[in-house]
């Protein structure tokens, strides 16, 4: 009976509560209401430092993850693995260099206390299997840095035409890459069949747009202009709410067809319905000759006298170009001056 007149109040106090909270009309504002702690000025997208208060309990289960690297990477890596132990260690990850099996390994421990810190430590080894060198690779331990790893090796079959276009996206002296850097405030590095980036969520995007449209043959300096006109175009408040397509570049595709190769016409023989005649064998020029015939030793005569005939005709011939070097130039003769005074004669 006592808990009648309880569950009375309670429902009036929600009446009451619901009756002084402005409902937005419409179906998409019907369960909406106002949330007056989220003001403007609170930045969603910032992501805060995880501390070890936050989670102080260890993790009931051990993750771990493998990466193989090259074996041109092995003296490198066997000379920083020291530095990658001791920065993995503040963060509670362990790693194990196996240079038997060519990987590296990185795994949770009891003291790790951020979950997502075993991915970082996975970007790490694979950063540092792709050439990455290690004060830049351990920036992705970092919040806010992530990193992608790009494959461009199967997009160009063609091994020359892959080779030029993997060119393009350095540019004369680094000058490519150097600019696509800075307009994306990422690190880029090209090395073989892939092409490593560390950088922000935003910077990766643009990174990997630019290098796959580069290997399908569209110039990167393309995107770097229009990288460099979004970036004035930032600066202006006025333009913040309008679309900036009327400022941007559009592009059109040339085919440009390249030039074809002269084809010289073959002069079309006779048609004849016999074969073409069989080309005489070494025995068959031996029958004719009659050396066939002949026994060991006149065929060694035989080719005796003829190599004596060959070095006599060479002799001759070297013999007359010394010779040239002995024959005196051809003088001009001087003109002789007709005479002056014919009428005197």
């Not at 989220?38 to 993790?59: L, M, Q, S």
């Not at 190599?307 to 001009?332: G, I, M, T, Y």
Request: proline fraction near 7%.
């Amino acid at each position: 009976m006592s808990t009648e007149p309880a569950v009375a109040n309670v429902q009036e106090d929600q009446v009451v509560s619901q009756e002084e909270i402005p409902q937005k009309k419409g179906k998409q504002g019907k369960y909406r209401r106002e949330k007056p702690w989220d003001t403007d000025d609170i930045d969603h997208w910032k992501v805060e430092e995880f501390k070890p208060e936050y989670n102080p309990a260890p993790f009931t289960e051990e993750s771990s993850f493998a990466t193989l690297f090259p074996k041109y990477r092995e003296n490198y890596l066997r000379e920083v693995w020291g530095h990658v132990t001791r920065a993995l260690d503040k963060v509670g990850i362990a790693c194990v260099l196996d240079l038997v099996e060519g990987s590296m390994t990185v795994k949770t421990t009891r003291k790790t206390w951020d979950p997502y810190m075993i991915l970082k430590a996975r970007d790490l080894v694979k950063l540092l299997a792709r050439s990455v060198p290690l004060p830049q690779a351990l920036k992705i331990l970092e919040d806010g840095i992530a990193c992608d790893i790009i494959k461009i090796g199967n997009i160009v079959h063609n091994k020359e035409r892959f080779v030029k276009r993997r060119q393009r996206l350095l540019g004369p002296n680094g000058s490519t890459l150097k600019a696509m850097e800075l307009l994306t405030q990422c690190y880029v590095m090209v090395q073989g069949n892939t092409v490593s980036c560390m950088g922000p969520y935003k910077g990766l995007k643009e990174v990997r747009r630019i290098v796959i449209d580069c290997m399908n043959n569209i110039h990167p300096i393309y995107h770097i202009k229009e990288l460099m006109i979004k970036r004035e175009l930032a600066k202006d408040p006025k333009l913040a709410e309008e679309s900036w397509d009327r400022f941007l570049p559009h592009f059109k595709k040339k085919n440009v067809k390249p030039q074809k190769k002269k084809v010289s016409k073959k002069e079309k023989k006779d048609y004849t319905p016999f074969p073409p005649a069989q080309t005489p064998s070494k025995i068959d020029l031996q029958l004719e000759s009659g050396e066939y015939f002949l026994k060991p030793k006149e065929k060694e005569a035989r080719a005796m006298e003829k190599k004596k005939e060959e070095q006599k005709e060479n002799s001759l011939k070297r013999q007359a170009e010394r010779e040239l070097a002995f024959v005196p130039p051809v003088e001009d003769t001087p003109k002789k001056r007709k005479k002056a005074n014919k009428s005197e004669e």
